[in-house]
């Protein structure tokens, strides 16, 4: 018996009234001329405001936010003035979400895991508290570690032939192996620390660890001023494409259907607007199952490619959206459309539906390595924390109003299988800790 406090649920909806709405596949782009009336337009359940602004950094996680707005989908569900904003990084992300939409910044958005716990706790908003509610996943994979083309033929991939290699590096070249993030404590640092350690490496004592700005991070792979970089799609693949570096591996590859980014909203915006929640999650939910129909994928990549969002040449999004990977540095090419971004559906299940249990791992890992040893005390914490902020009550809602047949049944994905055969057992994280032989914790 899982030990979260959840209310056990097992729909088995109809899809009854509403058969239409979700058989896009074939569609076209007429989907929203030829779908049928759906239930957030009926009387009774219209939302209370048709407007939002929520945030987006330009990487493949953000799909589903913005052809839900490009593709019609919030507006068929009675939120035509959705407005998707361009973050310049998590860090303004993070500050246009403290001060909300009415100062000119956001309601929520896209985040990594587990910055919306982090805000919610004031952990990274210099002790402002900020409850948000996680209401979605909003893809699986896409993110990987690259490595600058200067560790060539060393053997950096996803089991390090030689860790002595970067645990030495200081010796042979009078700094330490540099490894980097865009944002300190979410989820792209822990897939970097977890691949070291796994590896044999401390993050903490044998390399050293940078945050970089996003517009910084190619050039610096460029002028070796950093040696590894954790970063979602399409940068890991311009990396290998542009001659910069190689991939070490693929988030896919170290966790396959591993938990990546999320749709979070400030909680008094949802408790406010309940309706307006669930017709965005309807939106969300329908965009996520437009964006994995391989049929959409050419058209995906040249929206998001456009000006407004991601801002560079179709060709770089098209080979990660089929799952097309050149690691590169004589490792075997990945041509395999599951371990690409996916939006839906994964080998595990339902991409979207927010388990309780990886929100755990998250701050597990973030337990593990000390990171908020001052907010996040103890496991009972955590667990608590996971209950506030966790909205899969609403998911399930938004599923049974848009006549979702198959969803989840409880708070657990179950055991987790990491690429070093580590497992995450969310009844025991105690005893996932007590496996891992490089921690703080
Ligand atoms: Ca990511």
């Known amino acids: ?214 517009a910084e991070t190619v050039q610096g792979m460029r002028t070796g001023t950093m040696d590894a970089f954790s970063t979602g799609d399409p940068w890991p693949f311009r990396i290998v494409n542009e001659g910069i570096g190689f991939l070490g591996a693929l988030t896919a590859q170290m966790w396959p259907a591993h938990p990546e980014e999320y749709l979070a909203i400030r909680a008094d915006w949802v408790d406010k607007h309940p309706k307006a929640t669930l017709a965005l999650l309807q939106a969300v939910m329908a965009a996520q199952q437009w964006c994995d129909d391989p049929a959409n994928r050419q058209e995906l990549a040249t929206i998001l490619a456009g000006r407004n969002y991601f801002n560079v040449p179709v060709a770089v999004l098209e080979p990660p959206f089929q799952g097309k990977y050149t690691l590169g540095d004589g490792q075997p090419e990945v041509n395999d459309f599951q371990m690409g971004p996916l939006y839906w559906q994964d080998r595990q299940g339902n991409v979207s539906y927010p388990y309780k249990s990886h929100e755990l791992w998250f701050l597990t890992e973030t337990m593990r390595w000390g990171l908020h040893n001052r907010f996040i005390k103890d496991m009972d914490q955590a667990k608590k924390l996971v209950d506030r902020v966790n909205r899969a009550d609403l998911w399930l809602e938004a599923a049974k109003l848009s006549g979702i047949a198959q969803v989840p049944t409880g708070p657990s994905r179950g055991k987790e299988t990491f690429f070093d055969g580590v497992t995450f057992d969310p009844d025991n994280p105690q005893q996932y800790l007590a496996q891992l032989q490089i921690k703080r914790a």
């Open 1 to 214: 018996m899982s030990q979260f406090h959840y209310r056990r649920r097992h729909f088995l909806f109809t899809a009854a009234g509403v058969t239409g709405a979700f058989l896009l596949k074939g569609c076209g782009p007429q989907v929203q001329e030829t779908a049928q009336p759906t239930p957030a337009a009926e009387p009774g359940v219209a939302p209370e405001v048709t407007t939002i602004r929520l945030g987006f950094l330009p990487i493949v996680e953000s799909a589903p936010l913005i052809i839900a707005k490009e593709k019609g989908f919030f507006a068929k569900y009675g939120m035509p003035g959705v407005e998707v904003v361009k973050q310049a990084s998590w860090a303004s992300a993070r500050d246009n979400v403290v001060i909300g939409s009415a100062a000119g910044g956001i309601d929520g958005g896209m985040w990594q895991l587990p910055m919306p716990h982090l805000i919610t706790e004031g952990v990274i908003t210099n002790g402002q508290k900020v409850p948000m509610y996680v209401l979605a996943q909003l893809i699986t994979q896409g993110n990987g570690i690259a490595i600058a083309g200067a560790h060539q033929g060393k053997g950096l991939h996803l089991r390090i032939q030689n860790p002595d290699y970067i645990k030495g590096f200081s010796r042979t070249n009078g700094r330490k192996f540099r490894a980097a993030f865009t944002f300190p404590g979410g989820n792209q640092e822990l897939w970097i620390r977890y691949w070291l350690a796994a590896n044999g490496i401390d993050p903490d004592k044998d390399i050293e660890l940078l945050t970089v700005p996003p």
